[in-house]
């Protein structure tokens, strides 16, 4: 699967509201999605190299949100 590298820089930078929202509730911090975010811009969306951890973070909340519709 390839990550849309603009579209997560996006959603990272200037959607983090929506990834607060997202993860309201959860258990799960903003600041560790943003990590996991963050890591796949530096490596270029490679999801290969995320953890066990790190892709239950990227499956439940970025994936999501990089699929939802634009507002």
Known sequence: MNVDLP???NLIHK????IEKSVAG???????VIGVGTFL???EGDIDLL???QRVVFDKFL?????????
């Open 41 to 43: 811009l530096d490596n």
């Open 15 to 18: 959607r983090n509201d929506e």
């Open 63 to 71: 994936l999501p949100l990089l699929h939802a519709p634009r507002r």
């Open 51 to 53: 953890s066990a951890k």
């Open 26 to 32: 959860t258990g799960y911090l903003a600041r560790t």
């Open 7 to 9: 579209l997560l820089k």
